[in-house]
Structures are given as structure tokens and as C-alpha cells.
């Protein structure tokens, strides 16, 4: 049976702050047409309306944070039409004494290892150069829907901690543990079973409640990261799967910082394929990757830069390369991108430019990219042209518009034509709901 308990609770909440509050936030308003065919011949067109409200109520420590969103067609009867999403509802308490901060209800989950949203509990406690998480909940159902499942505790859950330290100099040290259990849905199958003896053997069919156990995600993970300012800096990670008892990743990240306007880099991961447990796609042979690039950035004339890439990828029996390089600038960038070997042939060109006038009033911006692609040496080659021309006008602090228009063609979308316009508005009041 399904509960909406956090809608409740959280309005009882609300309901017990008093006295002097703020209110703020974001309502944006937008519309986005687009047509989908059916056939070569046949065709539909869809003007999608997006409502999305971002508030925040609060007082002292306290506060009520909401965002959710709320999406409807306008040209066509849709089955699920209107839909409202929540991805933020929960209750946030800080500083409590002096240490914690409490939330608790649908709120997004910070953890490299699994990120998203849930519906929980989320505490942190934080005393001088340490600090501890803990968070536990439920999965959210699809669509983000304001529901709970049945036995959620049990069968439909996520639960998580991690604890930092900044007590060695120039170091910050996080050990974490994420268990992430999806309930999978029960379903009916055909099955065969066989009776008879061996010299005349029948197969009959027969109905089979098929009941999987999931327990999807159990990670336990480590992060070691080191800083000596302006010379360099290396950022560790490592992430092991509990339920196949093995090494799932490691990553680093390097820059040295001490040479005249430039910055080298450096970055390296080994990485299992994610599956879950129990999971059909457990039963292939998959292979491990890793992964290495090499690169740098270059500053030159004021706020103009120069960046190179180089980057080269082992799978189980195959390799594939790829180079990038570009301009930056404060109006724009300019960036090319080859790849070549097992994972394809690309060669693609990127213009994205904007600037801001008469102080933010009007900000127009356009994007441009050329693309040509085969998945393999021997395949036919495919080219693909994308623009978007757009424009932001801003005629109050708290109000702006943004105006956009997309173009694409290739050999599935031939001059696809899109239009996206949404309005904005930004608030942020103090109010005095007791005299």
C-alpha cells in the first residue's frame, strides 16, 4: 500500500515555524516543441509545458526545501498527462547542537557511488577536522511520484555513511559504505517440467511465480587526497563491490600547478562494469577497463587559454585513442575532438560562443557542431550538423527569458527543427507572518 507520510509530516512542520521567516526560490515556466515520426510518412507534433518550482521556507536553522516540477502536452492527449514530479521535499535542521545537521524526507543523496535522490534521514556531525554522515531510506518510485512502497525497511531501500578527516595537514581522508537494495517486481512465467522416465520423456508447461532477490549495490570506498598549494595536487579514489568481492574502481587525478601560465594534468582509472547483483547481465564475460590521459592548459593574452588532451583506453582485447583540443575565452570556446580504434571514428568541431550587453540586459549565444562518425574503420561514414541559436533577456534582477532554437540533421533527422522558451522568476523575501 502506498503512503504519502513525508507530505504530512513535512506540512506539520511548516505549520510549527512562527514568527519572522523567509521565502525563496525559482519559478520558471517553459515550452518546448518538437516533432516525433512514427514512419518515414507519418509524423506528430509536441508542444511539451514545463512548470518547475524551486522553495525554501525558513527560519533560524530551520528550513522547509522543496523543488518539483510539473509536465503536460499541449498539443496531444498524453496517457500519464499532466505529470508532477517531486525531486526535493524534506526538512532541514542546522546547528543543532552545535555539531549536527538533520534532514530528513526526499532529498538527493551526495555519494560518488550512488547518486540520486531518496526518501530518509540524513544526519552529519561535524567536530572541528572530523566529520560523519549517515543517511537511510527508500528508493523512489518512477517519475518521481510522492510515494512510499510496502516494507520499503526491508526490500526497497538505501542506506549509507562516511566519514571524513582534515586532521593531517594538506590532506583530507573520507572512508564510505553505500547498500543500495532494489525490489524487483514479481511477475508470472511458463515454465517446463519434465516427468516420465528417461525412454519417454514429457515436458509440460506449467505457471511459475518468479520472486528475485536483488541486493543490488554494497560498495565500500576510500578517498585520499593531497594538496601543496601552488606546486601540485593528487585526488585518490577507491571503490570495492562487497557483493562480487573485488576491486570495482580506482581513480586519480593529478595537476601540477608550479610552471609559468600552465597547468599539466594527469588522470588515470581502472573500472569494473557496474551490474547488478543477481542480474541476467551478470551471467556475460565482461572485461575490466582502464584508462589514461594526459594533458595541460596554457594562459595567454588576459583571459584566453589554450588546452590539449590526449587520452588512451584498454578493454579486454581491444584499444581506442582519442585527442582534444581547444580555446577558451570569456566569450566562448573553441573545441575539436578525435577519437579513433575500438569505440569508433570521430571527428567533430564545436563552436559554442555568448556575451552579455548593456549590463546583462541581453545575452544572445550560439552553438555550432560538426560531426563525422563510423562505428568502425570499415563502416559507412555518417555526418551530423547541430545550431543553436538562442537568446536571454533579463530586463529585471528577478525576471528573465530565454529564447532558443535547434537544428540538427543526419541520416535518422533530417532538418529536425526544435524550439525551447522558458521564463524565469527569482525571489527571496523576508516576511513577518506574526505581529
Known amino acids: 500500500m502506498k503512503k504519502n507520510i ?10 510549527s515555524l512562527s514568527f519572522s521567516q523567509n521565502i525563496n526560490g525559482r519559478f520558471s515556466s517553459s515550452i518546448y516543441t518538437f516533432e516525433r515520426f512514427d514512419s518515414v510518412e507519418t509524423s506528430a507534433k509536441y508542444a511539451r509545458a514545463f512548470q518547475l518550482l524551486i522553495l525554501n521556507l525558513n527560519h533560524s536553522d530551520f528550513s522547509l526545501r522543496s523543488y518539483l516540477n510539473l509536465e503536460t502536452d499541449l498539443s496531444e492527449d498524453l496517457k500519464n498527462d499532466p505529470r508532477l514530479r517531486f525531486y526535493n521535499l524534506y526538512f532541514e535542521a542546522r546547528n543543532v547542537f552545535d555539531i549536527a545537521t538533520v534532514k530528513i524526507g526526499r532529498q538527493p543523496i551526495f555519494s560518488k557511488v550512488a547518486g540520486g535522490t531518496f ?8 567536530y572541528k577536522p572530523y566529520k560523519f554522515s549517515f543517511f537511510y531510506g527508500a528508493n523512489i518510485p518512477a517519475y518521481q511520484k510522492l510515494e512510499l512502497s510496502d516494507n520499503w525497511w526491508k526490500d526497497d531501500y538505501i542506506f549509507g555513511a562516511r566519514f571524513t578527516t582534515t586532521a593531517l595537514e594538506s590532506f583530507q581522508i573520507s572512508l564510505g559504505y553505500v547498500d543500495k537494495n532494489f525490489k524487483p517486481e514479481e511477475y508470472f ?22 520472486r528475485n532477490k ?4 554494497t560498495y565500500g570506498s576510500a578517498e585520499v587526497d593531497y594538496k601543496m598549494e601552488s606546486i601540485f595536487s593528487v585526488n585518490t579514489r577507491y571503490d570495492y563491490d562487497f557483493n562480487y568481492e573485488k576491486t570495482s574502481k580506482f581513480e586519480l587525478f593529478g595537476s601540477y600547478l608550479q610552471l609559468p601560465k600552465i597547468t599539466l594534468n594527469l588522470y588515470y582509472n581502472y573500472r569494473e562494469p557496474r551490474i547488478k547483483y543477481n542480474s541476467i547481465f551478470s551471467v556475460f564475460d565482461y572485461g575490466t577497463t582502464q584508462e589514461i590521459e594526459l594533458g595541460g592548459d596554457y594562459s595567454f593574452y588576459k583571459n584566453y587559454s589554450f588546452s590539449g588532451r590526449f587520452g588512451y583506453v584498454s578493454y579486454k582485447d581491444e584499444n581506442s585513442q582519442r585527442i582534444t ?27 559554442y560562443a555568448a556575451h552579455s550587453f548593456e549590463d546583462g540586459l541581453l545575452t544572445p549565444s550560439l552553438g555550432l557542431s560538426f560531426t563525422g562518425y563510423k562505428l568502425s574503420a570499415d563502416s559507412e561514414r555518417n555526418n551530423l550538423t547541430t ?49
Open 189 to 210: 512465467a511458463r515454465r517446463l517440467t519434465r516427468s516420465g522416465d528417461d525412454a519417454n520423456p514429457v515436458l509440460d508447461p506449467i505457471t511459475v511465480l518468479i
Open 214 to 217: 536483488s541486493n543490488q549495490f
Open 325 to 351: 583540443a581547444g580555446v577558451n575565452s570569456d566569450y566562448g570556446s573553441l573545441t575539436y575532438r578525435k577519437t579513433f580504434g575500438y569505440s569508433g571514428e570521430l571527428d567533430a568541431l564545436s563552436i
Open 6 to 15: 513525508f507530505l504530512a509530516f513535512l506540512c506539520f512542520i511548516f505549520a
Open 387 to 435: 545550431i543553436l541559436l538562442g537568446i536571454n533577456v533579463r530586463p529585471l534582477t528577478k525576471v528573465s527569458f530565454d529564447l532558443q532554437g535547434q537544428y540538427m540533421d543526419n541520416k535518422i533527422y533530417k532538418n529536425d527543427y526544435r524550439l525551447f522558451f522558458k521564463i524565469n522568476y527569482w525571489f527571496n523575501e523576508n516576511l513577518n507572518l506574526i505581529q
Open 119 to 126: 526518501d530518509g534521514a540524513n544526519l552529519d556531525l561535524k
